[in-house]
Every structure is written in structure tokens, then in C-alpha cells.
């Protein structure tokens, strides 16, 4: 609270630029690493886009090859890649966009749901593993991964009640 950031309405200057200026100026060697945090920022987003193309499609071939997805998701292209759910996915990534008006604020809602949403499925996943193979410490599994799907379900109730 001491640089009294506040998120705008139109979304600049964002909070990281703001928390930025206020700590390191906005001249001189404040400038420099001002640009340095906007690199940075710009490298975490890449990658955080870039590994929703490369994962996406390995997923849908898998989920596609248990007949849960279109068998079309299992198909390789010219260069040995999934295509299709490739397409899939900028397709659907093009429509969010449009739908939510580019809006970077409900944009990033939609990310970290499904970024939770993920772990959930994982943490209950791993819930059901440990209740149907009982081995080892199986008790000590149930009890963190029951506690990692609670919390990160109500992380994604949150941001649904609060977001939308």
C-alpha cells in the first residue's frame, strides 16, 4: 500500500508498471529496469501461450484416442505435428478473444480457471489413484491431494463468483 498502485479501468498503466516507477523512478537506471520488467513480463506470457500450443494437442490425442474426442485429434500433420489440434486451438483461443472483446481482465480470469481447474482434476486424479491402489503412504496422498483439489476448486469457485 505504500506506492498506492491501483488496477485502471482501461488496464494501463498496469499495477507491475506503476509498482515499478514507484520503486526504481522513471529515469536513468529506473527506466532501464522498467524495461526489463516489461521484457520479462512479455517472456512469462509467451510462455505461458506458447505451452497451451504445445500441450493442447499431445492431450487431445490422447483423450481422442480413448474415443472422448474426435479421432481427427490423433492425426499428424506434414510436420509431425497435431495439426488439428492446433487449429482446434486457435480457433477457440480467436473466439474468446472476440466474445470477451479482447478484455485482458476476463481473458486472464478464463486462463487462471482453467489453470486451476487443471490442478483440481490433477489433485483428484491422484485422490482416486491412491483410494484404488492403496500402497505405501496412500492415506498421507489422499489426505494432500483431497486437500490440493479442495483448495484449488475453491480458488476456481472464487474467480467464477468474482469474475463473472
Known sequence: ??????????????????????????????????YLVQLATLLILY???????NGFPFLANYVATDNYLPRQLTKRGHR??????????GVVSL???????????ALVALYAIGVFTGFTMA????????????????RFGVAVNLTSATVTALVVLVFVLAKF
Open 95 to 105: 473466439t474468446l478473444i472476440v466474445v470477451f472483446q479482447a478484455k485482458v481482465n
Open 80 to 89: 509431425l505435428a497435431f495439426s488439428n489440434g492446433i487449429i482446434v486451438l
Open 47 to 53: 510462455t505461458g501461450g506458447n505451452t497451451s500450443f
Open 123 to 138: 489433485g483428484a486424479g491422484m485422490v482416486a489413484r491412491h483410494l484404488r491402489e492403496r500402497t505405501g503412504r496412500w
Open 1 to 34: 500500500a505504500w506506492t498506492h498502485a491501483l488496477p485502471y479501468a482501461a488496464g494501463t498503466p498496469t499495477v507491475v508498471s506503476q509498482e515499478v516507477h514507484a520503486v526504481f523512478g522513471s529515469r536513468g537506471v529506473g527506466e532501464v529496469i522498467f
